[in-house]
């Protein structure tokens, strides 16, 4: 996303997939409180497709706990591998990247030590 304008479009593309790929439709959608996420247009859709806004505070990461565990779990990974492997920060991206392919293969206590796809 190069500009916060973009935040519709890319959130009606997601939507789509997400909903195709799942055969579930989307219930609430949590976000901070940033004018991005209440435009008009954004507010009348979600109304309109039945989904339920929820705003926390802005730059209150702790109100996102489940997010920002996942992005410390991410992070700690990565540093890990880095470390591991004796290579420099600039691979940082491919790093993320792997661990969040690992993390999504890995069971999880979560959903009942199974893997995401099991689920």
């Not at 799942?22 to 959608?29: A, D, H, Q, S, Y």
């Not at 992070?75 to 993390?103: Q, T």
Request: glycine share 6%.
């Amino acid at each position: 996303m190069k500009h916060k304008g973009e935040v519709l479009k890319l959130f009606v593309e997601w939507k789509k997939n997400l909903e195709k790929s799942t055969e579930r439709k989307i219930k609430v959608l949590w976000s901070d409180n940033r004018g991005e996420y209440k435009s008009d247009l954004f507010l009348k859709l979600c109304r309109d497709k039945g989904i339920y806004m929820h705003f926390t505070v802005s730059e209150t990461p702790q109100q996102n706990g489940v997010g920002e565990r996942m992005n410390r779990t991410l992070s700690e990974k990565v540093r890990y591998m880095l470390s591991n492997a004796g290579l420099p920060k600039n691979f940082w991206v491919e790093a993320l990247a792997y661990a969040c392919y690992l993390v999504n293969r890995l069971p999880s206590f979560a959903i009942g030590d199974k893997t995401p796809l099991e689920v």
